[in-house]
Structure formats: C-alpha cells, structure tokens
C-alpha cells in the first residue's frame, strides 16, 4: 500500500484535532488502501499527550491500523508529510477578551474582533509568526504537502502564507454550512435538497443562487415570501442581523450576525448578546491580571445563556475538555468539516465538489483582486484544489466592503514585514469600525504592552 502521513499541528485542540481523527477514523479507504502515519505536535506536551491517548485508544477499537505518534517538535512531525491539518491558538479565550475589551474601551464599534474590526489585527498578527514557521518549516522538510488550515483570522493568515512562502494552503471554515441550514429552515427543506452558489469574504459571504436539486427551481423568490411571514424576533442573535442584509442587499448572508457584523458598522444594533460578552465586573475584577479570571465566552444572547437557574453549576473549560476527551465510541461521528475529504480526494485523485474554501481569488469573484484570498465553491481532485467562478456578482456594497478588508490584508502584512505600529494604524483607521486617531493610537500602544509576550515587537515608524 502507499504510503500517507499527516501531520496534525495544534493537536491539543478539542474541536478540529478531535474531529479530523474521528473522520480518520471512520475513512474506511484510509484503513484498508493506506499504509497511514499521523504526527500528533502541540507545543505543549500535556496536550498532545491527552490527544495520543485518546487517538490511541479510538483507533484500537475501531481496529485501525495507523501509526500514530506524538511529538513538540515540528521538524519531526512535518517530515516528509503529505498534509498538515493546522490548529493553533495560544491561550484562546484571555487573548480574545483582550481583542474585544480593549478596542471598544478606545470607541471601537466592533462586535466580536476575532476576524474583524481592530481585535482581528492583533489576532492576526498574533498568529502569523507560528503560522509563518509551519509554513517555513514545511518549505524545509515537505514543500509538496498540503497546508489545510483552520485557524483564525482565516482570510488573513491564508492570504498572508499565500504572499510569503511557496507553500500550497488552503483554508477551511463551515460559515456557508452554517448559513444553508440557516435557508432551510426559512424554506422548511432539508440541506441536501437545496443547491447554491455563494461566496465572499471568510464569514462576510452571500448566496448569489439558491435552487431546488430534484425540480431546479429558483428558491428565492419561496424564500421572500417565507422570511417575510417569519416572527421577527426568531433567533435574533443568529440572524437580525442577516436578515437586514437580506433586505439591504438583496443576497441572504452567511454565517450569522456575530460573524457577518465584524466588517460592518451597523452591527451592533442587531446583536443582543453584545453586553454580555466577555462580561465581567469592573469594580471588582481587575481583567488579565496575575490569578485573575478569564470572563467567559458567549456566542450569543441564546435561552441557553439566559435561562440558567441560579444555582445551576457553570462548566468550566477544564471539564469541558475532559468531557470532550473521554472516549465513547457512539460518539464517534463524521465531523462534516472538509480537511479528510481533500486529502482523500488529493491522495486518491477523486473528482469532488466542496462548499467553500480560501485560497486566492485568481478571477473566481469578480472586482475582487486576484492576489486576495476570497471564499466560495471549489472542485478538488487529484492536482489540487480549484475555486468555481461565481455566475452571479456580488453586489456594488458588498464588493467595496470585502475591497477594504483586502487592503486591511495587505497593511496587516506589511505591518507584520516592517515591524510597523503605523502600518498597523493605517489598517485600523481603515476599517468600518474604527475609534478616532488618537483613540487608535493609544489602542495599539496599550495592545503591544498587553500582548508583548506573543505579538511581534511593532514600533512607530
């Protein structure tokens, strides 16, 4: 059989390392036809531990063969790899609060700030020197494989790899998932009934065609009529947002008003959870400081959030993971994420069409540049992975907003390059969610004293 290694780097991650094993798992060809490697690296060796013990103990009830092993050392775990499936994110939740908390202190608008509005800047280039030294590392020991990424700031981190290294990455995300299940619970039909061409920006896309599979139908226009007679107040937090969209450009968005509202200036109108958000006391709490808490993260304004008892135990983030680390084999289910069919479909040279990916645009969406990295519909196979062009063109507004975050983009990176805060104001003032010039400043100068441990040393220039 031949052979196959993949390398999972981040593999402490509850979410995307845990999935793409199970989906390993499950690929019966990957079982039966592959003489399979698996590098599990993490930068800290109590986490990669936990994910080979668990690994380890799936794959030998599941009789799979693989040969899985775990390592800190990157070099070691990209060795002649066929594919990376990267995860990384340094201390998640205490940077993130800072990403929220600080540039709405200095008059930020923003309503999330991990992939937009100055809180992503700095998520950006937290991130990009470890990715640069993924990337730079496989140049070294696997310059063929396949870098397949979900870390954050998608669109930012893959343009940014794209731009500096040679190496092939592609970036996945499930927004448009999200935002199809989104239409078919307005059109009361099931996700593998509805087809759609649909594309934008990472967590700022359209549906651009929505059609019956079985009869070909334009679906749109049984959409109108359905989000017109729906209760207003539906899953505000979810979709008020979207739904506004909807009206404002024509085009129904993906994937939810907490996404979707990092590149606008409106947001926060239609986003409830807002106050609650990393929500602590200021008159008790001092945030980010020695034996401090980390305010909790909450993704929206749900009646999961609102309707606790008040007694009723909050789940730490430590037994969450043990939870999700405890081995149960009815638990083991198809993740529905991308990055096990591309290697299969690469690997086996299958002809298969995805939802969405990130690479560069190269002319797929039109007015966009062809340097930026754009997400929409891509067919993979065994020379790789292409974009589909999209038949329809976004909107004139949309356009010029995703055009803003294309320039953010390059800014970001030569902000990054040239060790430049004022690179980095020129992108901040440049977004919708700007504070004032002076706000701006003093934001950035408190962020690169909080964040001095893991940002790159930026000066005034």
């Known amino acids: 059989m031949k052979k196959m290694k993949i390398a999972l780097i981040g593999a402490g991650s509850v979410s995307f390392a845990l999935g793409a094993l199970q989906d390993i798992v499950l690929s019966e060809r990957l079982k039966t036809q592959v003489d399979l490697e698996i590098a599990l690296m993490d930068i800290v060796a109590e986490n990669v531990n936990r994910t080979f013990k668990y690994a380890t103990e799936m794959f030998t009830t599941f009789s799979h063969p693989a040969n899985i092993w775990q390592t800190t050392s990157l070099e070691k775990a990209l060795q002649n790899a066929d594919f990376a499936i990267v995860a990384i994110e340094v201390d998640r939740y205490y940077y993130w609060s800072q990403d929220f908390h600080i540039p709405r202190r200095f008059g930020s608008k923003q309503i999330y700030g991990e992939n937009g509005g100055p809180g992503s800047m700095f998520h950006t280039l937290r991130n990009l020197g470890p990715m640069l030294e993924i990337a730079r590392m496989m140049e070294k020991v696997c310059p063929n494989a396949w870098f397949i990424n979900y870390t954050n700031p998608e669109a930012k981190l893959v343009e940014a790899i794209s731009k500096l290294t040679s190496i ?82 024509g085009y129904y968005p993906y994937p939810g008003t907490n996404h979707c509202g990092e590149y606008v200036s409106y947001a926060q109108d239609f986003y409830a959870g807002l106050a609650l ?138 902000a990054f390059v040239e060790k430049s805060k004022t690179k980095l104001l020129q992108a901040i003032l440049l977004d919708p969610q700007a504070p004032s010039y002076y706000q701006a400043c003093a934001m950035i100068d408190e962020m690169c004293e909080l964040q001095k441990e893991i940002l790159p040393a930026l000066e005034w220039k």
């Not at 592609?170 to 099931?190: N, P, Y």
């Not at 109108?224 to 539906?234: F, H, S, V």
């Not at 983030?317 to 096990?340: G, R």
């Not at 969405?356 to 190269?362: E, F």
């Open 168 to 249: 092939k990455i592609v970036g996945l995300c499930h927004g448009l998932d999200m935002g199809i299940h989104q239409l078919c619970d307005f059109l009361e039909m099931k996700p593998e009934d509805i087809g759609i061409e649909g594309g934008g920006l990472n967590h700022f896309g359209f549906f651009t065609k929505v059609w019956d599979k079985k009869t070909g139908e334009d679906l749109y226009p049984l959409f109108r009529e359905k989000e017109q007679t729906a209760n207003r107040l539906a899953h505000f937090d979810h979709i008020g947002l979207s739904r506004t969209m909807y009206h404002l450009y």
């Open 277 to 414: 958000q990393y929500r602590y006391d200021p008159t008790r709490e001092h945030l980010w400081k020695k034996d401090s808490r980390t305010p909790d993260f909450v993704y929206s304004a749900s009646g999961k959030i609102l309707d606790k008892g008040l007694y009723e135990p909050v789940q730490s983030q430590e037994s969450w993971v043990n939870e999700a680390y405890t081995f149960n084999k009815e638990n083991v289910k198809p993740s529905d994420e991308y990055a096990i069919p591309i290697i299969e479909a690469i690997f086996f040279d299958d002809e298969i069409q995805l939802n969405a990916v990130n690479l560069q645009n190269k002319g797929a969406i039109k007015g966009l540049p062809d340097d930026m990295v754009v997400e929409t519909q891509a067919i993979v196979n065994g020379k790789g992975i292409f974009l589909k062009p999209m038949t329809v063109e976004l909107p004139t507004a949309v356009i010029g907003t995703i055009h803003i975050q294309g320039t953010i983009h390059k800014l970001l990176l030569e």
